[in-house]
């Protein structure tokens, strides 16, 4: 069985990283091979390192504020060049009213603060079942 | 701080008291084997007159305002005057700002204390391709003068202490305050306020960095040094632990951390022909309040010795107003939760106990809303009111260092204290903290406590209540949470194109230049940067100069 890799990027000018490396390390530890892009990433690197590193799914941490608007240009790029197959979940302070939009846009799941690592890491490989099986593997 | 008679009487007392306990704790035992904190010190099951059998009390505690200042840094504090409440705030445009500042000053805040939108602390016009989206959104925006102007429209300046958030454009965002004052007849002599300043954290825990650490280091001096001669009230940078702490540090990291930062910049500025006996006064720090009371208290009364004895011992000031440690704090944004946010009301009453315990000289109490959002007035206004009533209704505000003496308290503060003199230690054997964030050895050491911690509370070792224990089915809805006006963004670009077509592009041209060059020339940038801003240059035209000459930073990712 191959190794899944994961890109997670925080998009923005946000510095809070704290969760994104957290988020990446326990996903690391869960078995995943893990890129963290590092800080201040424009939507337009983060799609070309996910198709440069051929990643099997994009996690987006934002703190502030942004999610809706970085979200969104981040998925219609990713349109553009092709690579909407690959999933993506958002994570950060992500207000309640706002995460109906996420998923409607085409994020597969937005994790707040205070969720469990074993729940990511656990949604993160169900999403990625999820994908195996609607593109009949690779 | 006990006769060896009395030591020794009551260490029999205590031998036979330990041996009931033993019979006692095999029918009763304890809820844990051990009780640790965060910082991996060990909690005792009862503190005793043994644990302070070393304590010196004029070497270690001293009065209330003398060396070491353990017990604070005047000597009526807050019988004097309460510690000065003022809460964090600015979203939108200045305008909206300005309405909440006034608000906040009428409720009996006071002190201003102002956030800035991320476009503003990286040194982007509201109008570059990187602004998109974040025009406006974690703080207020800021373009030119002008805005600034707005901001403090109706606030006069020579009266309120202000303190700002802004860090890698420090020196341009202090040339729009100085320049503002002056428009409304202050003299800049006067004015009393902070501002953050403090770069290296920003490449450790914060990542609002624009220039390598070298340049940065230089600006900063730069800015003591002016200031120093011409803003001798003002608090030229605010050397802070607090996001070392949200980064994920320990309360003994956080104060090890912030005291090698300090020790890099005293050590820069002296370089440069200095005094630490003048500069030092206009030192400030900002300090994190987080749940463990105890050791939270602890930490603060720690802070004042380590420092007052750096200063002395390590730089040999004899002036005792460059000892003292004096310090704002935040509680902790990082322990609020988004599950049950009503708790969180409780988390910060707890929180801004401590740091008033502890000896702080301002305080931002947080809003229970804000794990989910900017925070709505009616929060904003629960939380000040938490200091109110610690203030006016609590009593602990009517004697001086309350819990001085307390076997627990002391003994933690010596244990915080040798703790972290060990690391600093470790950092002075690495070549200091700007070698030791270059090669990525801080930044390391803080995601790998942010990482146990986050682990500990996964297996339940620590709790956090309504997370992981104590949960309810149903989600809290809050009923409003603060929404950002997304016209915010259309509005301040217009304002400044509107700028620059009105302005003397001439006089903005000149100021640029002069700008830079005396950047190349290793001359004081901050006059320039001030002459800039007063002709209307923008943030984002000052910083590109800036750009040019310094260059800018690029991170290494460490995990």
Same mark, same amino acid.
């Given at each position: ?26 996903? +690391? ?110 | ?30 809820? *844990? ?62 305008? !909206? ?179 630490? $006996? ?35 011992? +390590? ?45 702080? *000289? ?7 809303? !804000? ?16 200091? *109110? ?24 503060? $010596? ?9 600093? !230690? ?41 997370? $992981? ?32 077509? !009105? ?57």
């Amino acid at each position: 069985m191959r190794i899944f890799r994961i890109l997670i990027a925080k998009p923005g000018l946000d510095g809070h990283d704290r969760g994104a490396k957290v988020v990446a390390h326990a996903l +690391r530890d869960a078995g995943f091979e893990v890129i963290y892009t590092g800080l201040r990433q424009t939507p337009d690197q983060i799609v070309r390192t996910a198709l440069q590193e051929d990643v099997d799914l994009i996690g987006l941490s934002i703190l502030s504020g942004a999610h809706l608007q970085l979200s969104r240009k981040v998925i219609e790029l990713m349109k553009k060049e092709g690579i909407d197959h690959i999933p993506v979940f958002v994570g950060g302070i992500i207000p309640p009213d706002d995460v109906p939009q996420l998923l409607q846009m085409g994020v597969k799941r937005v994790f707040g603060p205070g969720t469990a690592l074993s729940k990511i890491v656990e949604e993160v490989k169900t999403i990625l079942h999820e994908g195996v099986a609607s593109t009949g593997g690779s | 701080m006990y006769d060896k008679e009395f030591l020794k009487e009551f260490s029999q007392k205590l031998k036979a008291w330990e041996e009931q306990l033993q019979s006692e704790l095999k029918k009763f035992p304890e809820r *844990q084997e051990r009780f640790d904190t965060r910082s991996a010190i060990e909690v005792k099951r009862v503190y005793t007159p043994i644990d302070l059998q070393n304590v010196d009390y004029f070497d270690d505690l001293g009065l209330p305002g003398e060396y070491p200042f353990t017990r604070g840094v005047q000597r009526t504090m807050y019988r004097g005057r309460f510690w000065t409440m003022r809460q964090y705030a600015g979203f939108g445009t200045a305008e !909206e700002t300005n309405k909440r500042f006034k608000y906040l000053l009428q409720q009996g805040q006071t002190g201003l204390s102002v956030a800035f939108d991320l476009p503003t602390q990286m040194g982007y016009d509201s109008d570059h391709p990187l602004a998109q989206g974040e025009v406006g959104r974690v703080g207020v925006a800021v373009d030119s003068l002008r805005d600034i102007e707005v901001l403090f429209d109706g606030i006069p300046l020579k009266d309120v202490s202000t303190s700002m958030t802004i860090n890698s454009t420090a020196a341009i965002l202090l040339g729009m305050y100085a320049v503002t004052a002056q428009k409304q007849g202050a003299q800049i002599s006067d004015l009393r306020g902070t501002i953050q300043n403090d770069v290296l954290k920003e490449y450790i825990a914060r990542g609002t960095y624009i220039f390598p650490p070298q340049p940065s280091m230089k600006i900063i001096t730069d800015i003591f040094e002016f200031c120093s001669k011409n803003m001798p009230k003002w608090n030229t940078i605010s050397i802070s632990g607090y996001h070392i702490r949200e980064a994920g540090a320990n309360a003994v990291q956080e104060l090890a951390f912030t005291f090698c930062d300090g020790i890099a910049y005293v050590e820069a500025a002296v370089k440069s022909g200095l005094d630490p $006996n003048v500069f030092g006064k206009q030192l400030s720090f900002f300090f994190a309040a987080h749940n463990n009371f105890l050791e939270e208290i602890a930490k603060f009364r720690a802070a004042r010795r380590i420092w007052a004895k750096i200063m002395k011992e +390590r730089f040999k000031v004899t002036n005792p107003e460059a000892l003292k440690l004096r310090f704002h704090t935040q509680t902790g944004g990082s322990t609020l939760t988004a599950q049950q946010p009503l708790n969180n009301i409780v988390r910060v009453a707890l929180q801004a106990l401590a740091a008033v315990l502890g000896g702080t *000289q301002s305080l931002h109490t947080n809003s229970f809303d !804000e794990a989910l959002g900017l925070p709505t007035e009616e929060s904003v206004q629960v939380a000040l009111r938490t200091q *109110q009533i610690i203030a006016y209704e609590s009593g602990v505000a009517d004697t001086v260092d309350p819990l001085a003496g307390s076997f627990a308290i002391e003994a933690l503060t $010596n244990e915080i204290e040798d703790k972290v003199w060990k690391y600093i !230690e470790k950092v002075d054997s690495l070549g200091g903290m700007v070698r030791a964030i270059e090669t990525g050895y801080v930044q390391k050491e803080i995601h790998n406590s942010a990482y146990e911690q986050q682990l500990a509370i996964e297996n339940k070792e620590q709790i956090v209540v309504g997370v $992981n224990a104590f949960q309810t089915d149903q989600e809290t809805q809050l009923k409003s949470i603060l929404k950002v006006d997304p016209s915010v963004e259309e509005r301040q670009i217009a304002a400044l194109s509107k700028l620059r077509k !009105e302005r003397d592009n001439n006089a903005v041209r000149e100021s640029l230049k002069d700008l830079k060059q005396a950047a190349e020339n290793g001359k004081n940038i901050v006059p320039y940067v001030f002459n800039a801003v007063s002709v209307y240059a923008t943030l984002g035209e000052i910083t590109d100069t800036l750009r040019d000459v310094f260059g800018e930073y690029t991170e290494s990712t460490i995990l």
